[in-house]
């Protein structure tokens, strides 16, 4: 049974910063690539961020950029989304999500298991 339990999430002011953690389980997690999304009320989920499965290359969504930073630890089975300078705009609930292929996608629905979600609230 495939488990993606994120963590970290939490109330900060804007400036401020955050490391969020998804611990994954039943799966081969260095086969995976990981990816960070989000979903703020009312609106649709979007990518944040992925990794590939060495690490070795990231890629973000153009607003994070220079903010956020997706690493793994494969030994550990979990991936991290440090996330610093937030702003109000960050607000949302973020997932982690695993994709078995090999290229990295944007696309939600490319991805084959899903955390339950950790929210993060930026106030101004």
């Known amino acids: 049974q495939v488990q993606l339990v994120e963590s970290g999430g939490g109330l900060v002011q804007a400036g401020d910063s955050l490391r969020l953690s998804c611990a994954a389980s039943?799966?081969?997690?260095?086969?995976?690539?990981m990816g960070w999304f989000r979903q703020a009320p009312g609106k649709e989920r979007e990518f944040v961020a992925a990794?590939?499965?060495?690490?070795?290359?990231?890629y973000y969504r153009d607003s994070v950029k220079g903010r956020f930073t997706i690493s793994r630890d494969n030994a550990k089975n979990t991936v991290y989304l440090q996330m610093n300078s937030l702003k109000p705009e960050d607000t949302a609930v973020y997932y982690c999500a695993a994709r078995s292929r090999i290229l990295v996608t944007t696309i939600s629905t490319e991805y084959d298991y899903w955390g339950q979600g950790t929210q993060v609230t930026v106030s101004s």
């Open positions: 990794i590939t499965r060495s690490g070795g290359n990231t």
């Open positions: 039943g799966l081969p997690f260095s086969s995976y690539i």
